[in-house]
């Protein structure tokens, strides 16, 4: 193998300590949460600051786990999430086929409106689905953030449709050849050939929902109901913060996301070289 010019070597050298550099910079925030998680409250404001807890209060995470609800909250977060992403791989992959394999009338400008949407800040539509949730009596109720966020999400269907467009059609012919339905075609050909890109947009939605304050701020009112975001907001008082315990829950919260992250990050690296979009 012909070795690399010195000058190659030197740009390469330098593209990955300016990576590294800017990595390094976008996880500093994380790094001072975590940090100051072990901190008192004197120790969050010494000036000039220290990154280092001294000494160091690890029973914080303890006293945020135990001042609210917290094992409540990571239940609700937990199956209203993975409901969520269950029923959201099951409707944009149909979705996703119809529009990539079934010819029906204004296919394209269905298609092309349904992306529109994804132009729409979600702050305009919640006054209207504010009361529609009032007016079917889902207020109050887990079926509030459940529903709307499983039944559509045009991120979802676009990136399935773009999988689904690069599978051999003469696949499906030879199945249909053979007396295969349309569902049959889409549940045992078409849906174990989307494995990497369901798993991308899977967890895609994971980080989504687990994260999602907006929503559950909306619609639940009863505390036994909250959501994770939701308990992690409530360490921030009116006059005064307990800095240090609101890291703490703050640290709590962040462990699925990056359990999630790390165990699936092939598949995130996959939807975003092939989409282009990170959510």
Same mark, same amino acid.
């Given at each position: 193998?012909?070795?690399?010019?010195?000058? =190659?070597?030197?740009?390469?050298?330098?593209?990955?300590?300016?990576?590294?550099?800017?990595?390094?910079?976008?996880?500093?925030?994380?790094?001072?949460?975590?940090?100051?998680?072990?901190?008192?409250?004197?120790?969050?404001?010494?000036?000039?600051?220290?990154?280092?807890?001294?000494?160091?209060?690890?029973?914080?995470?303890?006293?945020?786990?135990?001042?609210?609800?917290?094992?409540?909250?990571?239940?609700?977060?937990?199956?209203?999430?993975?409901?969520?992403?269950?029923?959201?791989?099951?409707?944009?992959?149909?979705?996703?086929?119809?529009?990539?394999?079934?010819?029906?009338?204004?296919?394209?400008?269905?298609?092309?409106?349904?992306?529109?949407?994804?132009?729409?800040?979600?702050?305009?539509?919640?006054?209207?689905?504010?009361?529609?949730?009032?007016?079917?009596?889902?207020?109050?109720?887990?079926?509030?953030?459940?529903?709307?966020?499983?039944?559509?999400?045009?991120?979802?269907?676009?990136?399935?449709?773009?999988?689904?467009?690069?599978?051999?059609?003469?696949?499906?012919? =030879? =199945?249909?050849?053979?007396?295969?339905?349309?569902?049959?075609?889409?549940?045992?050909?078409?849906?174990?050939?989307?494995?990497?890109?369901?798993?991308?947009?899977?967890?895609?939605?994971?980080?989504?929902?687990?994260?999602?304050?907006?929503?559950?701020?909306?619609?639940?009112?009863?505390?036994?109901?909250?959501?994770?975001?939701?308990?992690?907001?409530?360490?921030?008082?009116?006059?005064?913060?307990?800095?240090?315990?609101?890291?703490?829950? =703050?640290?709590?919260?962040?462990?699925?996301?990056?359990?999630?992250?790390?165990?699936?990050?092939?598949?995130?690296?996959?939807?975003?070289?092939?989409?282009?979009?990170?959510?």
């Amino acid at each position: 193998m012909a070795r690399p010019r010195p000058a =190659a070597l030197v740009w390469r050298v330098a593209l990955h300590l300016f990576l590294a550099t800017g990595a390094l910079l976008m996880a500093l925030p994380f790094i001072w949460m975590v940090l100051s998680s072990f901190k008192d409250i004197s120790q969050v404001f010494v000036v000039p600051p220290t990154w280092w807890p001294s000494p160091a209060h690890p029973e914080n995470l303890a006293n945020a786990w135990n001042a609210l609800p917290f094992a409540r909250a990571y239940l609700n977060s937990a199956y209203i999430t993975v409901t969520i992403v269950v029923m959201q791989l099951l409707t944009c992959a149909m979705a996703a086929y119809a529009f990539a394999r079934i010819r029906f009338p204004f296919r394209g400008g269905l298609f092309v409106l349904f992306l529109a949407t994804l132009m729409v800040p979600s702050q305009l539509t919640v006054i209207p689905l504010y009361l529609i949730m009032k007016w079917i009596g889902w207020l109050d109720t887990h079926w509030a953030i459940i529903v709307p966020a499983a039944l559509f999400n045009a991120f979802g269907v676009f990136m399935l449709r773009q999988f689904i467009k690069g599978i051999p059609v003469a696949l499906e012919e =030879a =199945a249909i050849v053979d007396g295969a339905s349309r569902w049959t075609v889409f549940w045992h050909i078409v849906l174990p050939l989307l494995r990497a890109p369901l798993a991308a947009l899977g967890i895609f939605s994971f980080l989504a929902q687990w994260n999602n304050f907006f929503g559950p701020l909306i619609f639940l009112s009863t505390p036994e109901k909250f959501t994770v975001p939701l308990l992690v907001a409530q360490f921030k008082g009116q006059y005064t913060t307990d800095f240090p315990l609101m890291m703490a829950a =703050a640290s709590i919260a962040v462990v699925p996301v990056l359990v999630v992250f790390v165990l699936g990050q092939r598949y995130i690296v996959e939807g975003i070289a092939l989409t282009g979009v990170t959510r």
